[in-house]
């Protein structure tokens, strides 16, 4: 018997009452009414939804089940012609969608997962200088090959580094676009097999490296800067000390440091390849920290109360010196060092600057991180620069060699 006004008002058990023609009402057990079209296509049962009951009236659900049957009719399955249509309604949409939009929707989704505060920065600077100004009002889905050369071609041979970090950003924001359907097609800001074709190749061996102090003149600045007071100047002197990283070196904590057992540990969410990394301490460093007042929980305290010292800082203290060397180039000045004048292996002096070491495969079956070789190197290399400085590396007596 076909549905009725009175026969719906007066259903209240969940399940399914039959009107005609394929179309029922559906009480859920929440007691939600809602309609339902069930329809045979190559002999297979589908049910389509075709809307709540407090939404079409019994008779709008007998017309829109009509014109699901016409399109039956027709050889068209209307489930398939409604997800088409949904489809289209969604491209449509999207090509309202900004470049600068979808910007922001990608960097909102990966910011989260950077601990580097300053790359986060930087990305958006980047972005807001050199690319919004040119399509960043445009859609996403319109950004093509002239849009996005159109950014790189002046500062291409200019800024290489800056250009490079521009294609790469845009590439990510596209590549981001297209998985989230705002886009379709090849992304116009691919560099392998594509804009490699269109622009001169990056040359690597042009590129620029910290600037980096001769091993055989870092007694003399150490010397210098021994003889200045300073909390930048003491982090600036831990920092060759350690060969850490800047950031290491400011972010460093109090309770990171056994100044007994002589070990700085940097947690893995500090370091660049987020791993736990046990920094021995020669006996110059634990002399350094232990003189130094304890003001909070930063080993380095900066202007600010309570707060760490300021890459600026550092810079500040390292030109106090008169020397075009950078606090990071010092990590290269070590390993200039360890490389000529001793005879510690590779993996050795790699570790001692926290770098990678041999293929994921070779870190699986590893169960040392050379700690106790590390510390000799580190020890060696503190007595090494307590020497006074000397007229060139040539002059440079090497380490007896080990066995």
């Known amino acids: ?43 297979r049962e589908r049910w389509m939804g075709l809307g709540p009951l ?61 601990t580097n505060a300053k790359h986060r920065q930087q990305f958006m600077t980047t972005m807001r200088d050199h690319v919004f100004p040119a399509f960043g009002q445009l859609p996403v889905a319109a950004i093509d090959v002239p849009m ?106 109090w309770e990171e440091i056994d ?29 350094l920290l232990a003189a130094l007042p304890r003001e909070g929980e930063f080993v380095f305290v900066g202007a600010k109360e309570r707060a760490p010292i300021s890459e600026r800082a550092m810079f500040k203290a390292l030109r106090q010196l008169h020397t075009d060397a950078t606090v990071h180039g010092f990590r290269s000045t070590f390993r200039d060092w360890a490389s000529e004048q001793t005879s510690y292996p590779h993996e050795v002096c790699e570790q001692a600057l926290a770098h990678t070491v041999g293929s994921a495969v070779e870190r699986a079956y590893r169960r040392t991180d050379l700690f106790d070789k590390r510390r000799r190197l580190m020890e060696e290399w503190a007595t090494y620069c307590a020497r006074p400085s000397v007229a060139s590396a040539k002059d440079v007596i090497p380490l007896r060699s080990r066995s």
């Not at 079409?56 to 249509?85: C, I, K, N, S, V």
């Open 1 to 43: 018997m076909a549905l009725s006004l009175k026969r719906i008002e007066r259903a209240t058990e969940p399940g399914r009452y039959f009107d005609a023609h394929g179309l029922y009402l559906q009480i859920n057990a929440g007691g939600a009414k809602s309609w339902l079209l069930r329809y045979v296509v190559n002999g």
């Open 54 to 114: 407090h939404t079409f009236t019994l008779e709008e659900a007998r017309e829109r089940a009509r014109r699901a049957r016409q399109l039956l009719h027709d050889g068209r399955d209307p489930l398939d012609e409604r997800r088409a249509e949904q489809e289209r309604a969604a491209i449509e949409a999207s090509r309202s969608v900004t470049f600068e939009q979808v910007t922001l929707a990608y960097f909102d989704a990966h910011s989260p997962g950077s």
């Open 148 to 253: 996005v050369l159109g950014i790189l071609r002046p500062i291409w041979s200019t800024k290489n580094a800056t250009a490079q970090r521009v294609r790469n950003r845009i590439a990510s924001v596209l590549d981001y676009a297209t998985a989230s359907k705002y886009r379709t097609g090849d992304n116009p800001a691919r560099w392998e097999g594509h804009l490699e074709h269109l622009l001169a190749r990056p040359d690597k061996n042009g590129a620029k490296h910290m600037a980096a102090l001769p091993y055989a003149e870092v007694g003399a600045l150490l010397g210098e800067l021994r003889a200045r007071e300073g909390i930048s100047l003491r982090a600036l002197e831990f920092a060759i000390l350690t060969s850490a990283r800047s950031g290491e070196v400011r972010y460093a904590r």
């Open 259 to 287: 100044l007994k057992a002589a070990i700085w540990t940097i947690p893995a969410a500090r370091m660049k390849g987020r791993r736990e990394h046990r920094v021995p301490l020669a006996p110059a460093a634990v002399k």
